[in-house]
């Protein structure tokens, strides 16, 4: 079945300076990417999303790269805040509909 | 913005207990899902469900798992027997048709003493 690798599993940066998360997947007939952040107790949430059509796709400070034939993609932040700490899970999907499966999540920390 | 709603935020239960987690979904939605996640673990997916039947399931969904949509508006996870292992947060998510993004409720917080 798919699989989603991420890495690295804890990440600190200092604030302002980018932070860069990348994973991989499995199944090539994966064809959506979305990225979720997640606070401690909260629901995931969408921050933003690639289809596998479009190779790089960027909103405000976050920009995230898909490199369907190494079958990798990427999660750019820049200019980081405090509030960008969080835990940040990438995830991949075959088809509209169809199950979400998520890497095992980056920690990342955003140092004063 | 309609979201997805969930009841209870936490429940608590002795092994070998029935639970039902409650999901309301985006009232338009079409397909839902649930998820789990075991405390600083990955989110997991469990089963996703269309047309009054499930789609796909996952190996953790076995014989003790079940879901349901009773009515128009509610869908339930029930877990007949609780066992330790089954202590996490359950997120139940919905999408729409023809639409990519899930929406996920806030999750129930399951705790099987």
């Known amino acids: 079945g798919e699989n989603v690798e991420q890495h690295p599993s804890t990440l600190s940066v200092q604030e302002g300076d980018s932070a860069v998360i990348k994973c991989t997947y499995s199944?090539?007939?994966?064809?959506?990417f979305p990225w979720y952040k997640q606070e401690l107790g909260k629901r995931p949430q969408l921050i933003i999303d690639i289809r596998s059509n479009v190779g790089e796709k960027k909103d405000q400070r976050i920009a995230v790269t898909l490199n369907k034939t190494a079958k990798h993609f990427s999660l750019h932040i820049t200019e980081t805040q405090p509030e960008d700490s969080a835990v940040y899970f990438c995830?991949?999907?075959?088809?509209?509909?169809?199950?979400?499966?998520f890497g095992k999540g980056t920690r990342l920390h955003i140092l004063p | 913005e309609p979201e997805v709603t969930q009841t209870p935020s936490h429940q608590v239960t002795q092994m070998g207990q029935e639970v039902i987690l409650r999901c309301v979904p985006i009232s338009n939605h079409l397909y839902f899902y649930w998820y789990r996640q075991i405390l600083g673990q990955k989110v997991e997916f469990l089963v996703s469900?269309?047309?009054?039947?499930?789609?796909?399931k996952s190996e953790i969904f076995d014989d003790q798992f079940s879901v349901e949509r009773p009515d128009g508006s509610n869908f339930t996870l029930k877990i007949r027997s609780t066992k330790l292992e089954d202590s996490a947060m359950y997120f139940c998510?919905?999408?729409?048709?023809?639409?990519?993004?899930?929406?996920f409720g806030p999750g129930t917080r399951l705790t099987v003493t």
């Open positions: 199944d090539s007939a994966s064809n959506y």
């Open positions: 998510a919905s999408v729409g048709g023809g639409s990519y993004e899930q929406y």
């Open positions: 995830a991949a999907s075959t088809n509209r509909d169809d199950k979400i499966i």
């Open positions: 469900f269309y047309n009054n039947e499930i789609s796909e």
